[in-house]
Each structure stands twice: as C-alpha cells, then as structure tokens.
C-alpha cells in the first residue's frame, strides 16, 4: 500500500508544470419554437400533442452572440433514467446501472435533423427537426436533441518554460431540450423492483427499479434500511423524490453508511410509493470477502475494512511505515559503497 502511494507521490513529482488557458463561456443562446400542437401550460422543452403515423415539424431557434461564427453540433438522443433518478438524454447507453427494455421505443431512430449548422456572428438560425411518430398502443413517448457549440482549438497565450507543458481547456457548453410526443392511448402504470446487491467498485447496495410501461414514472419516493443477519438495522435514509424514463431500468445505489465494511448476509429493505402506488421491498444479497479486497485495492477507503481474511488498517498503516525504514537504511547502506566505488 505504502509502495503504491509512493509511486504515485514521485509520479506527479515527475509531471511538467502546466499553463492553463480557459476558454471564454459559450455565445450559444437556444430556445424551442413550439409547434401548433404543443401543450399550452408547457414551456422549456417540446410536449406535444400527436398521433401515431404523424409527422411532427418542430423548430429550435439557436442564436450567436459572439462577434465571430460558431459552429454548433447536434445530436439526437433517446431518454434514459439516470441510476440515481431523474432522466438524461443520450444516443446509446450501454451499463448495467441504466438501460431501456427490449420493446421500448428509440425515438432516434424516428427523427431527423442536421447534425451540424453554422451560425453567423451576432446572428441565428432557426433549426428544424421532423419526428414521426412509430406505431405504437404506448401514451407518451420521450426523447430530446442535445445542442452543443463546437469548441474551437486555441493556443495558449503564454510561451511555455522548459519544465512546462502548456495545456488549454476548451469549455463546451450543451443544452439538452426534451421532446415528449403525448399519444391518444391511456397505459396504465408498471413499475416494478428486482433484485438487490453490492457494487464493490463504490462501496454501494443497489435495488433494481424497472418503469415497464410507455409512461414517464413520477413521484418516486421512499426511505430504506440495510439490516445485518441477525436483523438488526446498520443504517438507513430516504429516497429522494425522481421521476423515470418510459420502458427504462436501473439499479438505484445505496451508499454503504456503515463504519465498517465486511463480508457476510445482509437485507436491504425498501418503503416506498411509485405515483400512487405503494411498494415494499425485503431483498437479501451478500458481500464476499473477495468484494471487500476489492474496494479495498481500488479505493481509500473512509470506512474500516473487516472480515474473514481481511486486513485491518492499521497492519497496511505498520507495513507502510516498516517498508519506507527498510527503503531507508538499504539507501544508507548504499550510499558509502557508491562513494568508495568512485574513488
């Protein structure tokens, strides 16, 4: 342990020194034109009004106010439940900790738009984007396009010194504009949990949450407990209230708040409401000794590590200190056989 903080010790050590030169903040300015068909009450984003088979012209007015052109990219993007609650916009996701289901409704695939436009300096465009909406017996379909300024390559302003490296940060700065497309048919809800366990990368319990309807999921709530074998509760919290994407899954994290982190059996009890809808969770999962050396490897941990095989603290803490004595004296003794090596 003590061998590997050195290293990276004498690592940065070793790093040139660098100039930062940060880029000014963007001159992008954007704002929806709404369609005809968009909910009234609605403003920020795109919520309309639509039928399958329709096609559905909408509009982003994007605006310049540097004195010089900017290029501006942009993507098209599905909507995703972030593992902590609430949505994001991406094109492809690919974890275990967010995913959308098998049958659920890319709406990517269903729009188009430039993927890039230049705007003038102290000007504007006004963006179109085109969405059919797919077949389906689903009531709300989500997705958004995400519009980013391109940043453009910059030198820096100061000559770097011989032991430097001039290094420039280019800012980007991306808004991301949801489109929900409102279909005639009523879903009912379906929100579901699964299974639960532990993330030994983060030190995190998890409970697998599933929104299996076309419908965003609303007012998600709850508290939590994580009890030891013997049932006794070792800590516990609240779910703060999120909302999640239509045809969406992901495993919500528990931070473990525990002072100590061991192997063993332990359950994982949820109270909560999904919209109206009341749900209660017990589910077992387990930590492995093999887990717990594994946090312990990739991280510093802020919590004592225990358990069959496990070491403690304090033996890395006296190997640590018994090393840099040893790297010490063999340095010592070294020293005179180099000096009389050169006489």
């Known amino acids: 342990m003590y061998f590997r903080i050195v290293t990276l010790f004498v690592f940065l050590l070793s790093l040139p020194t660098f100039v930062f030169a940060a880029e000014s903040p963007s001159s992008l300015q954007v704002e929806p034109i709404y369609p005809e068909n968009q909910v009234p009450t609605t403003k920020g984003y795109f919520d309309v009004n639509a039928n399958p088979g329709e096609k559905v012209s909408m509009q982003l007015h994007l605006e310049n106010t540097a004195q010089t052109p900017i290029n501006v990219r942009v993507e098209k ?110 879903t009912e809800p379906d929100f579901s949990t699964g299974s639960s366990g532990f993330i030994p990368e983060t030190a995190q319990v998890f409970l697998e949450m599933t929104n299996d309807a076309h419908l965003i999921q609303g007012n998600i709530e709850g508290t939590y407990a994580v009890l030891d074998s013997s049932g006794a509760e070792m800590f516990k919290g609240e779910l703060n209230t999120f909302n999640m994407a239509p045809k969406s899954q992901i495993r919500y994290p528990f931070a473990w708040n525990h002072e100590s982190l061991k192997d063993g059996d332990y359950t994982l009890k949820v109270d909560g409401q999904a919209g109206d809808e009341p ?65």
Request: charged share 25%; no cysteine; glycine share 8%.
């Open 77 to 186: 993007s599905n909507a995703y439940t972030s593992p902590t609650g609430g949505i994001f916009y991406g094109a492809e996701t690919d974890s275990d900790d967010t995913k959308l289901l098998d049958d659920a409704i890319h709406l990517v695939a269903h729009m188009e738009v430039e993927e890039s436009v230049s705007i003038p300096a102290n000007g504007s465009i006004d963006l179109p984007i085109q969405v059919t909406v797919p077949e389906t017996d689903g009531q709300t379909l989500l997705g958004g396009i995400k519009v980013t300024q391109v940043a453009e390559e910059q030198e820096s302003a100061e000559e770097a010194g011989e032991d430097e490296a001039n290094f420039v940060i280019n800012t980007e700065t991306t808004y991301a504009v949801a489109i929900k497309l409102n279909l005639p048919t009523t």
């Open 279 to 343: 749900f209660s969770v017990e589910e077992p999962f387990s930590i492995s000794n093999e887990e717990v050396q594994e946090y312990a490897e990739v991280t510093n941990p802020t919590v004592e590590v225990e358990g069959d095989g496990g070491v403690p603290m304090w033996v890395w803490i006296a190997g640590a200190l018994a090393f840099g004595l040893l790297m010490f004296f063999i340095g010592r003794r070294k020293k005179p056989a180099a000096e009389k090596a050169t006489e």
